[in-house]
């Protein structure tokens, strides 16, 4: 006999093969990075939606109520109030697409492979927010006759706020990748679901 039947033999007895993949250790693994992406979408969404209601409230308020007010002011609060509303629609769209995933390793790779891609997309569309409200704020600074240390001061501060939100949206793509590779090496080794 070949030292291969010999192998297939022995391992026959207890039906595993020498390099078969622990399916259940597996599919717990998948299980815990979808709840983590779950829950950080959940968080993410509920966080800027109070940020962004929290803040258009507070810029339309202050800007009714000052002598005066900037019309700028009034288009980011605006612009904030929208942005509320899209991410609470997203939020409902997300959760109503949940049950479109089986609940098997494939579909919760499939889940979390979804929820990734939104949290990505989410952080990406938070992260070209940012020079849209610079523009708003830079435009009633200019209109108000603020100093010139205090545009500077914002400037070095959107910026800062920019790259870090490019390095978080970073962190939500690598995580993306990380699922897909898996995926594809599931794909590969066909592993049944």
């Given amino acids: 006999m070949e030292f291969e039947d010999l192998k297939k033999m022995w391992h026959s007895q207890d039906k595993a093969y020498i390099y078969s993949i622990d399916e259940e250790a597996l599919h717990n693994r ?12 959940h968080v993410s969404e509920w966080l800027s939606i109070g940020v962004f209601l929290a ?8 800007n009714i109520f000052r002598s005066g007010g ?17 991410l609470f629609i997203g939020r409902t769209r997300r ?17 979390a ?16 927010n940012l020079p849209v409200v610079g523009i708003f704020v830079l435009l009633s600074f200019w209109e108000s006759g603020q100093s010139l240390w205090a545009i500077i001061g914002f400037v070095v501060f959107l910026t800062l706020a920019h790259f870090a939100a490019g390095w978080e949206h970073g ?6 990748r990380e699922l897909e590779i898996l995926k594809a090496k599931l794909d590969e080794e ?3 679901a």
């Fill in 70 to 86: 900037s019309i700028y002011m009034t288009l980011l609060a605006v612009c904030f109030l929208v942005a509320a509303v899209y």
């Fill in 171 to 176: 962190i939500y793509k690598s995580r993306k």
């Fill in 30 to 41: 998948i299980k815990a990075k979808q709840r983590q992406a779950s829950h950080i979408a």
């Fill in 55 to 62: 803040a258009g409230g507070g810029v339309l308020a202050m």
């Fill in 95 to 111: 959760i109503k697409g949940q049950s479109q995933f089986e609940r098997s390793m494939r579909g919760n790779l499939e889940y």
């Fill in 190 to 192: 066909e592993v049944p």
């Fill in 113 to 128: 492979i979804s929820l990734a891609t939104y949290q990505a997309r989410l952080s990406g569309m938070l992260r070209w």
